[in-house]
């Protein structure tokens, strides 16, 4: 293996889309957000007075795994990667019931289901955007791996 990079295929050669960095950002947000989250209910279940322990602790390590996927694909998103979009979709699909549920609380949930209910959709369509797809090099259905049928 060689240390030069080998080139862009032709699909991905050029600037970045702006689609595609808003969806990485989007991507990096939530999880950064999981990870703020996470790091809370640690703290809280460790050093604050939680009324199960074990569930805060576990609950805050989950969060902060959780993150690894979202900010993972933002990444990858970033890199141009064609694999990281499977990711930042699945993240987007997760983040959607999540969202359907803070809206059924009746508290300060509800502007936080908003929000998520927002960033997903939006980065839904993004993601499936045409110039998306066609800056990370993947081919649509139809088309031949050595090009268009």
């Known amino acids: 293996m060689t240390s030069e990079?080998?080139?862009a295929p032709e699909e991905t050669a050029g600037p970045r889309p702006r689609r595609l960095t808003y969806a990485a950002a989007l991507a990096a947000l939530e999880g950064l957000a999981l990870v703020v989250g996470g790091v809370w209910m640690l703290v809280e279940g460790l050093a604050g007075d939680p009324d199960d322990r074990q569930t805060a602790v576990?609950?805050?390590?989950?969060?902060?795994?959780?993150?690894l996927l979202p900010l993972l694909a933002a990444r990858g998103l970033l890199a141009r990667r064609g694999w990281s979009r499977g990711p930042a979709v699945i993240t987007?699909?997760?983040?959607?019931?999540v969202a359907y549920n803070l809206l059924q609380?009746?508290?300060?949930?509800?502007p936080a289901g908003i929000a998520l209910a927002v960033v997903a959709v939006a980065a839904l369509v993004l993601l499936v955007n045409p110039a998306t797809t066609q800056a990370l090099g993947i081919k649509g259905p139809g088309r031949a791996q050595d090009g268009e049928r």
């Open 105 to 110: 609380a009746d508290s300060v949930a509800i």
């Open 5 to 7: 990079q080998t080139p």
């Open 58 to 67: 576990t609950g805050g390590i989950t969060l902060v795994v959780l993150a």
């Open 92 to 97: 987007q699909i997760l983040a959607l019931p």
